[in-house]
């Protein structure tokens, strides 16, 4: 869902663009999955990667702009940590 979240709130209407916003965040998701299966457990921290994912690829945010929202909710809590248990 993440994804087409991204789209609506970002206004996206091309279904092209759309659907190539899935498959990166899909690819994405699933070599998470594949390479680290503990990851799976971690459903927030999967949806806000799938979500920044999305507005990277919108060219909206950079890798390491995403990569700072990530540390700083990680550190507020309110995502999973990264350490698989």
């Given at each position: 869902?993440?994804?087409?979240i991204?789209a609506?709130f970002?206004?996206?209407e091309d ?21 680290i ?14 979500y ?16 700072t ?17």
């Open positions: 869902m993440a994804p087409l991204a609506i970002n206004k996206v279904e092209k663009i759309k659907n190539e916003m899935k498959d990166i965040s899909w690819a994405y998701v699933l070599n998470a999955h594949k390479e299966p503990g990851y799976k457990d971690k459903w927030k921290r999967c949806f806000v990667h799938a920044l994912d999305s507005i990277i690829y919108l060219k909206l945010i950079t890798v390491e702009k995403s990569e929202i990530i540390d700083y909710l990680e550190n507020k809590g309110v995502i999973e940590s990264w350490e698989i248990e």
